[in-house]
């Protein structure tokens, strides 16, 4: 049993894109649940809008319902001469209708006013109906261009992140540094568990990273924000996603990806490269028996996501073995071939 995250726990406690700094009171701790039950709702800033829509719509049926009902009984129906009065039915039903419509706006004021968790709790369980889908990414791809970056432990995809950024104008996101700064968050609530996560090369999640990364990508933008703000925002996401339903909940909720840049690269250089890392790393994963375990978890894992993209036609796939600046050219001459122009 891996534990899950309840929804309303990571809303209040990840540090936001838009309230950073505030800080929250502890709450509960997650319940224990299968890992895989993480489907996931609305983002905060928009989660009163579905919500409140649907209690609308369902109230307006009502209605409509209560109208249609209210015609077949009168259209059969030949009012009686002198006997009974209609006005204080009507004015029973007008109350009810006022009190009714009092009620769906409070109800959706107060979703409003606590912004900063979802309407919906994710199900628990395979036998729940699934929470409805966020209607729109927050950022669009006309104005954000996001390359997913993947690779193996240790393929190299920091070292090829940090060349595109500096030649190319790109903003770096390493998921695994967002968890490893919110593991060492004072306070954070999930400290722990990211620990636990990376320690044994698991797949923290998906709702703490791509809620950590829609976080960092809208600062980023923030930012940069100004006088004469930037038409365009590039990021590198850098080893994410790494699992199938990251993979759609980011691009979904958060940002469709231009492309996967796939850095490809044997597990014995991989292996190789990590422990000459660890002698100084100080990562908690760049030992022997944690590297065997995230090899494991790309193969079974995060292969299957590269798989469906490279499906897909989005994939540029780069071998990584050679010298740091040979994977360099190969990755710029690559991405100039798909990007062309925007390159
Ligand atoms: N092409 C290369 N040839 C030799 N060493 C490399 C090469 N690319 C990176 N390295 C070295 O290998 C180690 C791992 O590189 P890097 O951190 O970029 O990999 P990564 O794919 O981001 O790893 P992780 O997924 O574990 O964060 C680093 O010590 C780096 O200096
Ligand atoms: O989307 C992600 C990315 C990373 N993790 C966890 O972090 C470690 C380290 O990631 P690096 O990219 O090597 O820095 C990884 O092994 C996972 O445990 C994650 O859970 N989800």
Request: proline letters at 8%.
């Amino acid at each position: 049993m891996q534990p899950s995250i309840s929804a309303r726990l990571l809303w209040r406690n990840l540090p936001r894109a838009a309230s950073r700094c505030t800080s929250s009171a502890p709450a509960p701790a997650p319940a224990s649940a299968p890992a895989s039950a993480s489907c996931f709702s609305t983002y905060a800033t928009k989660s009163a809008t579905p919500l409140s829509s649907h209690l609308l719509r369902s109230s307006r049926r009502a209605f409509q319902l209560q109208q249609q009902s209210q015609r077949a009984y009168s259209s059969s129906g030949i009012p009686p001469k002198g006997g009974i009065k209609f006005w204080p039915f009507l004015v029973i039903l007008g109350l009810c209708s006022g009190a009714y419509t009092l009620l769906v706006k409070q109800r959706a004021t107060e979703a409003a006013s606590a912004s900063k968790m979802p309407a919906v709790e994710p199900p628990k369980s395979s036998g729940q109906l699934p929470a409805p889908s966020k209607p729109a990414p927050t950022f669009s791809p006309d104005t954000t261009t996001v390359i997913f970056v993947l690779g193996g432990p240790g393929a190299g995809k920091g070292t090829q992140c940090a060349n595109l950024v500096q030649n190319h104008g790109f903003t770096h996101l390493s998921a695994g540094d967002l968890l490893r700064a919110e593991q060492d968050r004072p306070g954070s609530q999930f400290g722990q568990l990211i620990r636990d996560y990376i320690k044994d090369g698991l797949i923290v999640p998906m709702e703490v990273t791509v809620q950590l990364l829609e976080n960092a990508m809208a600062d980023t933008i923030r930012a940069a924000a100004g006088p004469s703000p930037k038409k365009e925002h590039r990021f590198l996401i850098d080893g994410f996603p790494r699992k199938m339903d990251q993979a759609f909940k980011f691009e979904e909720a958060v940002c469709p990806a231009r492309l996967v840049l796939f850095y490809d690269c044997p597990e014995a250089v991989m292996e190789a490269r990590l422990l000459e890392r660890g002698k100084t790393s100080g990562r908690s994963d760049d030992n022997a028996e944690s590297i065997r375990k995230r090899f494991r978890t790309f193969v079974d894992t995060s292969m299957p996501v590269v798989d469906h993209y490279d499906s897909q036609g989005r994939v540029v796939k780069v071998d990584a073995t050679a010298a740091p600046d040979v994977v360099y050219k190969k990755t710029v001459e690559e991405l100039k071939k798909k990007l062309g122009d925007k390159f």
